[in-house]
């Protein structure tokens, strides 16, 4: 029996239990008795049984099915709902409810270029909904099927790397491909390569994911963004197919494929990227941890490290008091000898503030970036930690993900979010935002920087609360509109890395103002003019 739980739950699926550490702060934070550590809320192991009946017409979905062959088109119960929804909090919620009222009509693997150009004709002259669907692991509703239609889904056959140039250190790649595979078949290849783009969701994302969100790795402090790495693309539109010339830079208009860079699949469908790689050189990274006396001295050095000129390193994170304070309850580290011996020399809870830094390239390199970081830290009276640190949170960056699915089932409201800000503006941003949270009575509000540049850097909000029961959804819609509109109201973006999708569309136009969402909208009218690309206010534009 295939269950709603199936299509929820992160990743691979596994089962994941809380771990002791984890279980005590929930005990503490939220006074949890034993017997309330064994429910399971809104579980969600019901039969995926849709209501919403499939309104593509016989002809229609016979004519796709020749186009692609019967084993490439779904519209089972259980594949329509497992492409409704992505990964949102408001979109597992609404899952363990077994709310699906808009999914697509038919899930489409297309096998080629060609397959897609058809698909759009049909689709675009019988005004037919096309979302593209990758990993699935949007947390911003920006693969929902509000207009139900097709969900393109690229991950079977376009997930392929389909050129090395080790002259030019690139790499072309098609947009279904998933990061580990992509990442493998680079660090096999001649002098080894790396992508240099590791996202939270690397293991369950893919390459036209990263580009259609505009995402960000935790390796972006020294690669860059995603948008820093793309070079050409090819997108196929409604009104016909886009093909960019690669070049290290031009200076003929504007580059077109940044245009596609963030579109979340409103204007068309990625079939590949041309993008930098680099040099796989795991032998030569540094790495390096602090603790700070508080954050805005932790900020304080980050922010010379950034504006110093000695090179910058690749990962490069704060955990603001709170979530320090966490990651040392949940470590068992409170009350130990070492614990104690920090506290004694000034590094107090909860003021205190972790820093992790890893630093690749050149061992000549990593060397000297290190060393200078070292002594900028020590300038803001950091007290050093060693490599240990920063290598055991590296190996856990991708895990802790999977903690979310048993949070929710001991209703526990678990979510984050995202902006950037300039430096002047950060810590009465993260003063703001904390205020905002802790309005709630029971509530663990943990924030990190982990993307850092030259003239700001970005905040990353997770919280964890109790949920209302029954009134699970009213609660969190209330509570994520307040972050938002305090994040806006001190001068934050609206998103750094998550993109923007529908969760995040009703604060475009204060974001950006309107006559760049005009803009924005004029283009999409050219590329898409009968509306069929990811509809129903994905980006704030209009359906």
Sequence with gaps: MKTYRDIFKWGDK??????????????????????????????????????????????????????????????????????????????????????????????????????????????????????????????????????????????????????????????????GMFGPAFEEYLNNYGAKYSCGHFPQSFEYSTVGGWVAAKGAGQASTGYGKIENMILSMKVITPSGIIETKTYPASAQGWDIHQTFIGSEGTLGIITQVTMKIRKYRPENTRYTSFIFKNFESAVNAMRTVMQSGIGVPHLFRISDPEETEIAFKTKNFDGTFADKFLNVLGYKSPERCLMFVAVEGSKSYTNQVISSIKNISKRYKAFSLGASPTKKWLEQRYSSAYLRDPLMDLGIMTDTLETAVMWDNLIPLWSAVRKYLKTREKIVAMVHISHVYENGANLYFTFLSPMKKGDELNEYTEYHKGIIETIQANKGSLSHHHGVGRMLAPWMENELGIESLNLMQAIKDHLDPNGIMNPGNTLGLKP
Excluded at 34 to 63: A, F, R, T
Excluded at 96 to 122: F, G, M, Q
Excluded at 123 to 148: D, H, L, M, W, Y
Aim: proline share 4%.
């Design 14 to 175: 596994r089962e994941t239990t809380i771990d002791k550490g984890t279980i005590n702060v929930i005990k503490e934070k939220f006074g949890y008795a034993d017997s309330e550590l064994e429910q399971k809320h809104l579980y969600g192991n019901q039969e995926v049984n849709l209501e919403p009946q499939i309104q593509l017409n016989k002809e229609i979905l016979n004519h796709l099915t020749e186009i692609v062959g019967k084993e490439n088109i779904q519209t089972d119960d259980f594949s329509r709902a497992n492409h409704a929804f992505g990964k949102s909090y408001y979109e597992l919620l609404k899952l363990r409810k077994a709310e699906v009222s808009t999914p697509p009509d038919a899930v489409i693997y297309p096998r080629s270029e060609d397959d897609i150009v058809k698909i759009l004709n049909i689709c675009n002259k019988n005004r037919i909904a096309v979302t593209p669907f990758g990993g699935q692991s949007s947390v911003t509703r920006g693969v929902e099927t509000p207009k139900g239609g097709i969900s393109l889904n690229l991950t079977k056959h376009f997930n392929k790397v389909l050129d090395v140039n080790e002259i030019n250190s690139i790499a072309t790649v098609q947009s």
